[in-house]
């Protein structure tokens, strides 16, 4: 400890001589969202921070380590190049690591530069060291609160000279509280703090200041600071300011603008943006919005962004009440043809003096249905990746929505846990409705379609909880419902007063619909929910076939396949459990969707085994689909050799 606490002051040599001002520290943390551990560290660290605010303030920078998070509008993949930028300038190998004042915590007296290993001493070594310079910051909004001007002055307390070119003031703007509905990456994580989310003018250019110094100098300068169009929250936005000497990469002094409450002149709430389903190269999304604002709104201007890319501007005119609501639908905006799951969202512009958007929903997911499958749809959820391939959410408002629950699943599924879930029982927005579109399907040739699914629910209270099943063929102008079930009639087990989740194969029982009028070529089938805050649902074993096929599971019978050995490498084996005698196919989709083996059995009351070589096939994850003149089972079956 003396060794690290005697290099500090190496570190720092020829500063602390002549120091006349207390130092306020920076802690830098290289955090990820799909970390583990930084979500097991980071309540500890977050509170050591808070209980230290006087002597420090914190940037997190969410790094991909172990991995980067997939979503689109996660906080890494939203601001990756500076966090990568940042993230090599300190060498930065694991998460979650950290740098105190630019150096190692070590220099501090930490056991390492692991984030858990700040502690109350490491902070007070490092703010122990004094300063040659205090630093003032103050922020002012623009008009249309999208952008934020920062002045900054910079006075010397001590005569200083550092090397040529050497000296920057970095200035980060950070979200100081971010919370997600769903986590955004792989840990759980879903409330962030102090996140860093863009630099000015860059991170790794900085601001110039001059290198030599003389006591009562000073240096004052303003940047304009855009916000973000992925900002979540304006009125969580505040700055840190830092002065980092580039020789050494020493921090001399940090400062922080904190968030400040938006001007009370204007103020507009997002109400709803909507658009659910897409089948062609462009949708017209509605949005509507309310003036919470002291006058009438006569004009604005809404960009729509489509995965986070802008499209043509709707103009709007209008005189707008104070506390009136309208509502507009925007121009055709482009949309992806890849069929499958995209996101909706939008800004409003103004020449209107602060005005300001509220955004408590800016974004919509939707469906994108341009290619419609000929294979069955089949899915066990036994991947974590959710929703699967060319399933869409749609959650109008960003509340509790449908996820993957991977310590369940249905009585068919033994051992293999993975399923469905919505989760009744946390969602206390009474009426929120939530849909779920499988992949859009050729149901054509067949006179009787047919979806079957494994269903766990059970009830809390005397709640009436709702699951919906729709079907359309015209791209979503007209939706039939083919199954509807509330309250007791839903339930498929008794009352529960905790969070439940199904541990027994009494738990859970098969649905079966005939899609009666749907042999069509273009199908959309879509699970919707209604809240009543009851107790959770579960769904497993969706399959929906272009044919009347599949194996009977009705009445928690146990009718099911199994396959061994799995993985597979060479002969594969699938025992059959049927509750009647028959004929079958057996068939094997690859994750292109396509069949690469069909193979017709013949199938006795009772257990049946078929045996099937495998080792032609490529590597990778297979369906394997069981299908009769009763129903369809499915399961997973991994080819690796």
């Known amino acids: 400890m003396k060794k690290n606490i005697l290099f500090a002051a190496l570190v720092f040599a020829g500063l602390t001589s002549f120091a006349q001002t207390p130092r306020l520290s920076l802690c830098e943390e290289f955090t990820g969202e799909n970390c583990g551990p930084c979500a097991s560290t980071n309540p500890g660290l977050n509170t050591l921070l808070t209980a230290n605010a ?82 003032t910051m103050s922020r002012a909004w623009e008009n249309g ?74 240096h004052t300068f303003t940047i304009n600071c855009p916000i973000p169009s992925y900002t979540r929250n304006k009125s969580e936005i505040a700055f840190v300011g830092f002065i980092q000497n580039e020789s050494n990469k020493n921090i001399l002094q940090a400062v ?34 309310l003036n919470n604002g002291p006058g009438a709104l006569t004009s604005c201007t809404i960009i729509p962004f489509v995965d986070g890319v802008a499209g043509t501007p709707t103009p709007w005119t209008g005189n707008l009440a104070v506390s009136a609501s309208a509502s507009v639908t925007l121009n055709s905006v482009t949309t992806p043809t890849l069929t499958g799951p995209h996101s909706f969202s939008y800004q409003i512009s103004t020449s209107s ?142 009352g529960v007063s905790t969070a439940f989740m199904p541990q027994l194969p009494q738990d859970w029982i098969t649905e079966t619909i005939a899609l009666t009028g749907f042999s069509s070529p273009n199908v959309l089938v879509k699970f919707k929910v209604t809240n009543d805050n009851g107790n959770n649902l579960y769904i497993d074993n969706v399959n929906l076939s272009s044919s009347a096929v599949g194996i009977a599971k009705n009445n928690r019978e146990t009718s099911s396949i199994s396959i061994f050995p799995n993985p597979s490498k060479g002969e594969t084996n699938v025992k059959i459990s049927s509750l009647v005698a028959g004929n079958a196919n057996v068939i094997l989709i690859n994750t292109l969707g396509q069949i690469v083996l069909n193979k017709q059995v013949a199938l006795n009351v009772g257990a049946n085994t078929i045996q099937f070589d495998v080792k032609e096939l490529a590597n990778g994850l297979y369906n394997v689909v069981v299908e009769t003149n009763n129903g369809t089972v499915s399961k997973k079956l991994t080819v690796s050799k």
């Not at 910079?154 to 971010?178: D, G, P, Q």
């Open 54 to 135: 006087a002597k420090i303030i914190s940037i997190k920078w969410q790094v991909a380590i172990p991995s980067a998070p997939s979503a689109t509008w996660s906080l890494y993949q939203t601001n990756k190049t500076e966090i990568n930028t940042r993230g090599g300038y300190y060498a930065n190998s694991f998460a979650p690591e950290a740098r105190i004042d630019g150096q190692h915590i070590t220099t501090f007296g930490g056991a390492s530069d692991h984030a858990a290993d700040i502690t109350s001493g490491v902070i007070n070594t490092s703010q122990a060291i004094t300063s040659p310079f205090s630093v």
């Open 145 to 218: 609160c999208n952008s934020i001007n920062v002045t900054v002055t910079v006075r010397a307390t001590a005569n200083y000279t550092a090397a040529a070119n050497s000296l920057r003031f970095r200035t980060v703007m950070v979200e100081k509280t971010i919370a997600f509905a769903t986590a955004p990456g792989s840990n759980g994580e879903k409330t962030f703090y102090n996140a860093g989310i863009k630099s000015f003018p860059t991170i790794q250019n900085g601001q110039t200041i001059p290198n030599a110094w003389v006591t009562g100098q000073t």
């Open 256 to 289: 922080m603008a904190d968030k400040v409450p938006f001007p009370a002149t204007y103020s507009l709430t997002a109400v709803n943006a909507k658009v659910d389903v897409s089948c062609s190269t462009t949708i017209a999304p509605q949005i509507s919005f």
């Open 353 to 494: 003096p602060y005005l300001l958007i509220n955004e408590p929903l800016t974004k919509a997911q939707y469906m994108v249905a341009s290619n419609y499958q000929t294979t069955p749809v089949t899915e066990n959820f036994l991947t974590s990746v959710f929703p699967p391939t060319k399933w869409a959410i749609i959650n109008p408002n960003n509340n509790v929505t449908w996820s993957w629950e991977s310590n369940t699943g249905s009585y068919s599924d033994v051992n293999e846990f993975g399923a469905l879930k919505f989760d009744f029982f946390g969602n206390t927005l009474i009426g929120d409705v939530d849909e779920l579109y499988l992949p859009p399907v050729d149901l054509s040739g067949v006179s009787t379609p047919t979806l079957s699914f494994d269903i766990s629910k059970a009830l809390k209270n005397n709640e009436n909880d709702q699951l919906d099943v729709l079907v359309s063929s015209n791209c979503g102008v007209t939706w039939t419902n083919v199954y509807s079930k509330a309250g007791q009639v839903l339930a498929t087990t008794g």
